[in-house]
């Protein structure tokens, strides 16, 4: 099973500012690999797919870059609305495993 | 795409079991790839299998291996995961998602409540 290892585990950032998430798999998923945010009382969302494609709908704001086992998300210029926990997903082999996700909260 | 429709709470006491249901489109319904995610109360995600409803295949996490079971009813476009020998740690809300391979759509969640 790949583990996803996620950092930091608080993110705290003032609105406006810039957020950089971490993910780290204990192996190789090539570009396999998904961001979501999840609100509380809320399902996930899907961010971004293939490390880098933002699903439609999502601000540009968001972006996601990596490849192998480093992969980050950032967020150009935090929104009220995105303070939240994020969480990667990889989908490179079976089982699917998620990180333990960041928590982005307001400074 | 409609979004998926998931059954509501339930409280079950130790060692019962719980059937949770997700009801998807009709018309798209043997094209999806449903899988059941599922979350502790202040914890992460964990993915517990998958379904394909067009056969029915499925595979499970080790982890639940032997105590989870994925089924699909094709009539009514509903896929259903039950969970047996159910013990405190598996208070959880539930989740259907749907994908081949990272989740679009999310139900809404089932929260199972393991209490004596």
């Known amino acids: 099973e790949i583990v996803m290892t996620q950092s930091p585990f608080t993110l705290s950032v003032s609105p406006g500012e810039r957020a950089t998430l971490s993910c780290r798999a204990s192996?190789?998923?090539?570009?396999?690999l998904a961001w979501y945010q999840q609100k509380p009382g809320q399902a996930p969302r899907l961010l971004i797919s293939g490390a880098s494609t933002r699903t439609p709908g999502i601000p540009a704001r968001f972006s996601g870059s990596g490849s192998g086992t480093e992969f980050t998300l950032t967020i150009s210029s935090l929104q009220s609305e995105d303070f939240a926990v994020y969480y990667c997903q990889q989908y490179d082999s079976w089982p699917r495993t998620f990180g333990q996700g960041t928590k982005v909260e307001i400074k | 795409q409609a979004p998926l429709v998931q059954s509501g709470a339930e409280v079950k006491k130790p060692g019962a079991s719980v059937t949770v249901s997700c009801k998807a489109p009709?018309?798209?319904?043997?094209?999806?790839?449903l899988h059941w995610v599922r979350q502790a109360p202040g914890q992460g995600l964990e993915w517990m299998g998958i379904?394909?409803?067009?056969?029915?295949?499925?595979s499970y996490a080790q982890k639940f291996q032997g105590r989870v079971t994925m089924t699909r009813d094709t009539s009514t476009s509903t896929v259903y995961m039950e969970l047996s020998s159910l013990r405190s740690e598996d208070t959880a809300v539930y989740y259907c998602?749907?994908?081949?391979?990272?989740?679009?759509?999310w139900g809404q969640g089932t929260l199972v409540t393991v209490s004596s």
């Open positions: 192996q190789s998923v090539s570009s396999n």
């Open positions: 379904i394909n409803p067009s056969g029915g295949s499925t």
């Open positions: 998602a749907e994908g081949r391979n990272s989740f679009y759509y």
């Open positions: 009709g018309d798209t319904f043997t094209n999806l790839y």
